[in-house]
């Protein structure tokens, strides 16, 4: 065969091969992908680090209820990673949408969770939620970025933007701060407005390993609304044994902050309280600041 | 004249042969010319059963005279179902022209050659009846030397043959060469000749052509003489038809002077000549691509028949069993056939017609079966085509054309996948018994269409994301198989099939690019094959 037969019957063959492409069997393009950066880290990284998607859900008795989905991960840690949400998120985890009025609105569903990463201890692959009565974790939450938010929608029908489009979103929520001795509230206070980011902006998180991170593991939690007070009506003093407390900075406020203890996932709440003297008056005995 | 005994009609050979053993007079030398009237009439008058074969029983017969008898095309005249008025023409014309070549001073050989119905009023002619007492005058009238009648007629009924004894022939010898009438019919009074779908002819005409081609040539001279030519016609014949219901005693009648052989023909200097091994029963030489019957060999000994030029097929009969062999002769020549050329054949190659031996060199398969692709987004399918073969030897040529479907699953999309696919191949095949086995090895070429949904699609579309893709690619590869077809017929048999095959192909990534892989293919078909 001559050389331009051969040469012909080859670009034939190639041009055969390289028409189209076929979808394969992992074939799944993700919906979304979301970019991030280790910012610091306090703990050593495990081999098995793998970030889920934990959905937080409200039921009608107000319980908050968790479900994770795993996400792609193609890592370059110890620094920057890369996840592809290539599933939407289970249907367990969809709220459904409130009217102005208060009623349900069944054209509008949406999720909202929170990016954990954590190390798969047990090697199964997925994050292992805690029930309520779980004194210890399986994996351990190693990182979850702060105040920040991946926020679903779906939405049969145009609506008024909010800031947030249908499919994945990532949202800036505003921080809750304890009050500040000497503020006119002793009540946690928010900081800052939500805010709609694009979806490639970069996730900042530090890896702490934090204990009260795992709180985000357990699959069911009832919270109780920390309690404060303002005021004259403030029943401040004595400041209660264990409590955290912040002076400001003559020592004539001060703020304390008393949790109770619990279990990991059992129901919790705070109470604040708030003391205030004149610089003149005597120091009251069992006054907490110096 | 009269009709010959068969005790007398031996006699009559064994004088001949005798006369053999002198010198002989050279019948084709350069002192003759000679001259042939050659008529087929399948339609006889209306109470006759239309033949198959007498008209080109007649063309065969003229064709051999041109190639082997020394008659020019021109002084061969060819009536064709025509009416006796145009025999009569025919053999004025003749007349005319041997009166012209005797006053030359040169020596006229007549052939005259009859195939149709006939019975004893005379031959059966489309448009009426030529007497045969008229023909043998019309025929005496011609001024010719010799004059050779091969009378090939056929009584209607079972499309049996006769002839009407005629008048008896004197027998003389004189020292000049053999002059006076020869008269061969293809059945002695009483009997029915036959028509053969065997050789697609008559029985008679077909030993008389296969013995004209060399089949005769009892003593390996290259000439086949009228003794030898009588001798071989009557022998087959008889063997021939004595297998069937109705047994064919070919007659013989003379009026002959002189001394010498009568040559009809040199298959010596045929242009082409097929040389068949000894140890089969009989060997049939059929023309490809026509698969008309050229002649016939016996198989006890080493054998030769001079064909024209052109390819032939060779079929050995021996026993149950039969064997093929072509030879290409197209450009003449000589061609010996040793028994290693010979394949053996399928049955549902064959057409069992009578028993004439055809070989299907072409072969459908219609075939359904199913598909797996382990590892692939398809990992099983239905099957469906038809594969072409041609045979050539033992090899085949395949064309494979199938289509291919079913579910297909990716992880983020579920759907269906529907390709074209086929290719060609080549085989080699092999007999067991009924059975052939076939391997081979070839390439397939596909091209798939894939439409695939998120099977989440109404949330997926709520949430504003695509719910569906279409795609389509090309992909190629090599392909092995195994196929076992079973017999169940003349032209019928039913298949299994198993093939592996290997496409490589692109393939796309979730997260964009592609890479191009290779995916391996298994698939069992089932079919029936049709040969012709």
């Given at each position: 065969?001559r050389f331009e037969?051969r040469?012909?019957l080859c670009?034939s063959?190639g041009l055969c091969?390289?028409?189209?492409q076929?979808a394969?069997?992992?074939?799944s393009?993700?919906?979304?992908t979301?970019?991030?950066v280790?910012?610091s880290?306090?703990v050593?990284?495990?081999?098995e680090?793998?970030?889920a998607?934990?959905?937080r859900?409200?039921?009608p ?5 968790r ?5 792609a991960?193609?890592a370059?840690?110890?620094?920057r990673?890369?996840?592809?949400i290539?599933?939407?998120p289970p249907?367990?985890?969809?709220n ?10 069944p054209?509008?569903h949406?999720?909202t ?7 798969d ?7 292992d939620?805690?029930p309520t009565?779980?004194?210890g974790?399986?994996d351990?939450?190693?990182?979850i970025?702060?105040?920040l938010?991946?926020f679903y929608v ?9 800031g947030?489009?249908r499919g ?9 701060v304890?009050?500040?001795?000497g503020?006119?509230t002793?009540?946690?206070v ?9 979806l ?7 890896l702490?390993a934090?204990?009260?991170l795992s ?6 939690t009832?919270?109780?609304?920390d309690?404060?007070?303002a ?22 406020s001060?703020?304390y ?7 990991l ?13 004149s610089p003149?008056?005597p120091v009251p005995?069992d006054?907490?600041c110096? | 004249?009269r ?8 006699r ?8 053999h053993?002198?010198?002989?007079g050279?019948?084709?030398?350069a ?10 009439a399948?339609v006889?008058?209306?109470?006759d059963e239309p033949?198959?074969y007498?008209?080109?029983d ?7 005279l041109l190639?082997?008898a ?6 061969a005249l ?9 025999v009569?023409?025919a053999l004025t ?5 041997a009166a012209e ?10 052939f005259f050659?009859?195939s149709g119905?006939g ?5 059966h002619?489309?448009?009426g ?6 023909l ?12 050779l ?7 209607s009924l079972g499309?049996p ?5 005629g008048?008896?022939?004197?027998l003389?010898?004189?020292p000049?060469?053999?002059r006076?009438s020869?008269?061969?019919?293809a059945s002695?009074?009483?009997e029915?000749?036959?028509?053969s779908?065997?050789y ?12 004209l081609?060399g ?6 001279d290259g000439r086949?003489?009228?003794t030898e ?8 014949t008889?063997?021939?038809t ?8 070919p ?12 040559i009809?023909t040199?298959?010596?200097?045929a242009?082409a000549?097929?040389e ?14 026509s698969?008309?019957?050229v002649?016939e ?7 030769q028949l001079?064909?024209?030029?052109g390819?032939f ?11 093929v ?18 394949q053996?054949i ?14 299907r ?9 199913i598909e797996?692709?382990?590892g692939?987004?398809q990992?099983v399918?239905?099957r469906a085509?038809?594969e ?7 090899f ?7 289509y ?5 699953t990716?992880?983020g999309?579920?759907?269906?996948e ?9 085989a080699?095949?092999s007999?067991?018994?009924?059975w052939?086995?076939t391997a ?14 998120r099977?989440?699609?109404t949330?997926?579309a709520d949430?504003g ?7 389509s690619?090309?992909?190629?590869g ?10 169940l ?7 299994l ?5 290997g496409?490589f192909h ?6 964009g ?8 293919i298994?698939?069992a078909?089932?079919?029936l094959?049709y040969?012709?």
């Amino acid at each position: 065969m001559r050389f331009e037969a051969r040469a012909a019957l080859c670009a034939s063959l190639g041009l055969c091969i390289g028409c189209g492409q076929a979808a394969g069997p992992h074939f799944s393009p993700p919906f979304a992908t979301l970019f991030g950066v280790i910012t610091s880290s306090s703990v050593p990284t495990p081999s098995e680090v793998r970030v889920a998607l934990v959905w937080r859900k409200r039921d009608p008795e107000g319980n908050i209820l968790r479900v994770a989905q795993e996400l792609a991960v193609r890592a370059d840690f110890p620094v920057r990673f890369r996840l592809d949400i290539d599933t939407l998120p289970p249907s367990d985890a969809i709220n459904i949408g409130m009217m102005p009025d208060g009623s349900l609105d069944p054209t509008f569903h949406y999720a909202t969770g929170s990016l954990i990463i954590y190390e798969d201890v047990n090697g199964n692959g997925t994050l292992d939620l805690l029930p309520t009565d779980a004194v210890g974790t399986v994996d351990r939450v190693l990182g979850i970025p702060e105040h920040l938010s991946v926020f679903y929608v779906e939405s049969s029908v145009p609506r008024p933007s909010s800031g947030s489009q249908r499919g994945f979103n990532l949202r800036r929520e505003p921080s809750v701060v304890d009050p500040q001795p000497g503020a006119s509230t002793c009540s946690p206070v928010t900081v800052g407005v939500r805010e709609y980011l694009p979806l490639s902006s970069e996730i900042q998180v530090a890896l702490t390993a934090s204990p009260e991170l795992s709180r985000e593991m357990c699959a069911r939690t009832t919270p109780t609304p920390d309690a404060g007070c303002a005021g004259s009506t403030c029943s401040s003093y004595p400041v209660p044994p264990g409590s955290l407390v912040t002076c400001n900075g003559n020592g004539t406020s001060y703020m304390y902050k008393f949790c109770r203890p619990t279990t990991l996932c059992a129901s919790s709440s705070c109470d604040y309280g708030c003391g205030e003297r004149s610089p003149g008056d005597p120091v009251p005995p069992d006054w907490p600041c110096p | 004249m009269r009709t010959l005994s068969r005790k007398t009609r031996w006699r009559f050979a064994v004088g001949l042969l005798t006369a053999h053993l002198v010198p002989l007079g050279d019948a084709v030398g350069a002192e003759e010319e000679r001259l042939a009237v050659v008529v087929g009439a399948n339609v006889g008058v209306s109470e006759d059963e239309p033949l198959r074969y007498a008209e080109s029983d007649a063309r065969r017969f003229r064709e051999l005279l041109l190639e082997l008898a020394d008659v020019r095309s021109d002084r061969a005249l060819l009536v064709l179902g025509g009416g006796p008025g145009d025999v009569v023409r025919a053999l004025t014309e003749v007349r005319g022209r041997a009166a012209e070549i005797s006053r030359s001073g040169k020596r006229v050989l007549l052939f005259f050659y009859y195939s149709g119905h006939g019975d004893d009023d005379g031959l059966h002619l489309a448009r009426g009846t030529l007497p045969i007492s008229e023909l043998r005058a019309e025929l005496l009238q011609i001024p010719a030397d010799l004059r050779l009648s091969f009378l090939d007629a056929c009584r209607s009924l079972g499309r049996p043959k006769g002839v009407q004894r005629g008048a008896a022939f004197a027998l003389t010898a004189t020292p000049d060469s053999p002059r006076g009438s020869v008269e061969l019919r293809a059945s002695s009074p009483g009997e029915a000749a036959q028509e053969s779908e065997e050789y697609a002819g008559a029985v008679f005409t077909h030993f008389l052509i296969s013995g004209l081609r060399g089949g005769a040539d009892a003593d390996h001279d290259g000439r086949v003489t009228l003794t030898e030519l009588y001798s071989y016609a009557y022998r087959r014949t008889v063997l021939r038809t004595g297998t069937g219901l109705a047994l064919q005693h070919p007659a013989f009648a003379a009026e002959l002077a002189g001394t010498g052989e009568v040559i009809l023909t040199r298959p010596e200097r045929a242009s082409a000549t097929l040389e068949v091994p000894p140890g089969a029963d009989r060997y049939l030489v059929f023309a490809i691509p026509s698969a008309a019957v050229v002649g016939e060999m016996l198989g006890g000994e080493v054998a030769q028949l001079a064909v024209p030029p052109g390819r032939f097929l060779v079929a050995r009969r021996n026993g149950s069993s039969t064997a093929v062999a072509t030879a290409d002769l197209s450009g003449g020549g000589r061609r010996t056939l040793a028994d290693s050329d010979f394949q053996p054949i399928p049955r549902e190659e064959l057409v069992l017609r009578g028993g004439r031996l055809e070989v299907r060199t072409r072969r459908i398969e219609p075939q359904i079966g199913i598909e797996v692709a382990p590892g692939s987004a398809q990992s099983v399918a239905a099957r469906a085509g038809a594969e072409l073969s041609w045979t050539f030897g033992a090899f085949d040529f395949e064309l494979d054309l199938a289509y291919v479907g079913g579910n297909a699953t990716t992880t983020g999309f579920s759907g269906s996948e529907q390709a074209v696919t086929g290719g060609p191949g080549v085989a080699w095949h092999s007999y067991l018994g009924r059975w052939t086995v076939t391997a081979g090895l070839g390439l397939e070429l596909r091209y798939s269409w894939q439409h695939l949904s998120r099977p989440d699609s109404t949330r997926a579309a709520d949430a504003g994301f695509a719910t569906s893709q279409n795609k389509s690619y090309a992909s190629l590869g090599p392909r092995a198989g195994v196929h076992f077809a079973l017999a169940l017929g003349n032209h019928v048999s039913a298949a299994l099939g198993v093939s592996a095959a290997g496409l490589f192909h692109r393939e796309q990534a979730s997260l964009g690019g592609y890479d191009v892989v290779f995916r391996p293919i298994f698939f069992a078909t089932g079919g029936l094959g049709y040969a012709f």
